[in-house]
């Protein structure tokens, strides 16, 4: 059977962009996959986090998943710092990892701007925000993944990560599976409301251009209202010359099972576009803020869910970090010989 991983980063409230790009294609594949889906905390931390704020936030993260209709019946869900094993593959594949690599990943240059800029909490690049992607290529080799879905923005870490996969796999002999990126062909990279030319991001500095999944219906309609268009009144799909008409396009082709390019033929104006996007972005979220109330309602329900999760998920990891120690020349530790008397 097909293995398939993924992670969403605990910080902030899930997105529309998270959602389109990545979560509602994780809950179609739980069905006809091995499906293993984390909230990846090692990760928020390359940047400072105030340890309250990362505590809730991964729970809330949890809670998400199983809203947007994830199974912990069906697939493994589980909090990455659960299973001790993903930051043991990640050395290893760090000593495998070049600097060079490393330091043409977009997201550290685009982060690593940021921080200097003095932007972010703390005022430094951290040394685990260059070297994340070893961590990332650990989260995903060591379930033995096969697809990974993902939004556009993670297909240098995918291409990474099959690269780290395959020197590793010609230096040390057989030890892990190649994964391919599985990246949707509507609502991959979902932009900014108000600065289409922009990826929709929790850390975005116009909070009107990012729409939370569970923001109230009203907020939702207005940031629609609102959204950036340009000054023709032609409704048609091209990115390059119309990007904020064109992002409603791909959230209404993506809320509605269309294609940009088809969900265009319906609109000569931009009024109607915007409230129909609205409302079908509204529909969409309904049963998923409905299970997140029961959720919430049930918090030992989630305690169980994650704890179920971490031991299922370590199961598998324990098997593939002792398969590449072993490749790699580690000596195997031993039990204690027994002392005859
Ligand atoms: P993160 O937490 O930034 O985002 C989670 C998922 O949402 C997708 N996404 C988007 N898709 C479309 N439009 C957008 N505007 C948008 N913004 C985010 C992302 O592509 C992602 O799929 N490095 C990863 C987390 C990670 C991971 C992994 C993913 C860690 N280990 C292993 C896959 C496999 C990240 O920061 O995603």
Redesign the pocket.
């Known amino acids: 059977m097909t293995r398939v991983?993924?992670?969403?980063?605990p910080t902030g409230d899930v997105h529309l962009?998270?959602y389109?790009?990545?979560l509602r294609q994780w809950a179609i594949d739980q069905h006809d996959a091995d499906a293993f889906y984390c909230a990846?905390d090692l990760?928020a931390v390359t940047i400072q986090q105030d340890p309250e704020q990362l505590r809730s936030a991964t729970l809330g993260t949890m809670a998400t998943l199983v809203s947007v209709g994830l199974d912990p019946e069906v697939c493994t869900l589980f909090v990455q710092s659960h299973v001790p094993q993903h930051t043991e593959l990640s050395w290893l594949l760090e000593c495998t990892v070049s600097l060079g690599e490393l330091r043409r990943m977009t997201q550290f240059k685009d982060k690593a701007a940021r921080a200097e800029g003095g932007d972010q909490r703390g005022d430094h690049v951290s040394a685990g925000l260059f070297t994340y992607p070893a961590l990332?290529a650990a989260?995903?080799l060591i379930y033995d993944a096969d697809r990974?879905p993902?939004?556009?923005?993670?297909r240098q870490?995918l291409e990474l990560t099959r690269d780290v996969a395959q020197r590793f796999n010609s230096r040390y002999g057989d030890t892990f599976v190649i994964p391919d990126a599985a990246i949707p062909t509507v609502?991959?990279?979902?932009?900014d409301l108000q600065n289409p030319t922009a990826?929709?991001?929790k850390s975005s500095e116009s909070p009107q251009g990012s729409v939370g999944i569970f923001e109230d219906p009203a907020h939702v309609a207005r940031k629609f209202t609102r959204a950036v268009t340009d000054s023709e009144s032609e409704v048609r799909y091209d990115p390059e010359v119309k990007p904020g008409v064109s992002n409603l396009l791909s959230i209404l082709g993506a809320a509605t099972g269309r294609s940009a390019a088809d969900a265009a033929a319906s609109y000569s104006q931009y009024g109607v576009l915007k409230t129909d996007t609205a409302d079908a972005v509204i529909a969409m979220l309904e049963p998923i803020k409905a299970k997140k109330a029961e959720l919430d309602a049930d918090p030992a329900e989630l305690a169980r869910i994650i704890a179920v999760g971490a031991d299922k998920a370590e199961a598998v990891a324990c098997v593939t970090v002792a398969r590449a120690k072993e490749a790699m020349g580690f000596l195997p530790k031993q039990p204690q010989p027994k002392v005859s008397a």
């Open positions: 991983l993924s992670g969403i980063q962009g998270n389109l790009g990545a990846v990760h990332m989260d995903i990974v993902v939004g556009d923005d993670q870490h609502g991959a990279r979902v932009m990826k929709m991001s």
